[in-house]
Antibody, heavy 119, light 107 residues
Framework: QVELQESGPGLVKSSETLSLTCTVS????????WSWIRQPPGKGLEWIGY???????NYNPSLKTRVTISVDTSKHQFSLKLTSVTAADTAVYFC?????????????WGQGILVTVSS | DIQMTQSPSSLSASVGDRVTITCRAS??????LNWYQQKPGKAPDLLIY???TLQSGVPSRFSGSGSGTDFTLTISGLQPEDFATYYC?????????FGQGTKVEIK
């Protein structure tokens, strides 16, 4: 049973960079798509982007200029960096696994981490 | 971006009721449609993928149907643990987008 766990600062200052890590345990990090999704307090879900294995990335165009997702297979981790954050980036950030190359559904999720952007 | 619109936004129902939630895509997405359940303070759980395939371990009272632009999630015989918010998600194109959610509350 794969488990995912997000980690990182819960508070980031406006204009700085948000950096989160997702640690994968109980399963392989190779040959899967790994996504980040966020949810502002009381609101719906927004897909941020994914990285496939160590090969390719795809980002939400609305965030593309500010987002980088990377994978460290040796540490069984993948990471999210979001630059130039504002209050609008305050959200619970989830990492998730997509087991399907063609279907794109998320079958395993981390518990989520609340990141607050302060001024 | 493909817009996903769920209806209703919320509903009240009783234990044992049959509940139907609708999701409409702004363009055709074949069957690239997934459903998730989210309880307060928790991550979403996958219920159904590819419009009608039940995720392993999900009770059979959950079912999904549809293709193209119109999809439904049905809960046949609502249970106390089913009171939650439900989201649809399209994965036909990037960005992968979610509906706004449907909150199922106790009547």
């Amino acid at each position: 049973q794969v488990e995912l766990q997000e980690s990182g600062p819960g508070l980031v200052k406006s204009s700085e960079t948000l950096s989160l890590t997702c640690t994968v345990s109980g399963g392989s990090i190779r040959n899967y798509y790994w996504s980040w999704i966020r949810q502002p307090p009381g609101k719906g879900l927004e897909w941020i982007g994914y990285m496939y294995d160590t090969e390719s990335t795809n980002y939400n165009p609305s965030l593309k200029t500010r987002v980088t997702i990377s994978v460290d297979t040796s540490k069984h981790q993948f990471s999210l960096k979001l630059t130039s954050v504002t209050a609008a980036d305050t959200a619970v950030y989830f990492c998730a696994r997509d087991p399907s190359a063609s279907r794109g559904y998320f079958d395993s999720w981390g518990q989520g981490i609340l990141v607050t952007v302060s001024s | 971006d493909i817009q996903m619109t769920q209806s209703p936004s919320s509903l009240s129902a009783s234990v044992g009721d049959r509940v139907t939630i609708t999701c409409r895509a702004s363009q055709r997405i074949s069957d690239y449609l997934n459903w998730y359940q989210q309880k307060p303070g928790k991550a979403p759980d996958l219920l159904i993928y590819a419009a009608s395939t039940l995720q392993s371990g999900v009770p059979s009272r959950f079912s999904g149907s549809g293709s193209g632009t119109d999809f439904t999630l049905t809960i046949s015989g609502l249970q106390p643990e089913d009171f939650a918010t439900y989201y649809c998600q399209q994965t036909y194109s990037i960005p992968r987008t979610f509906g706004q959610g449907t909150k199922v509350e106790i009547k």
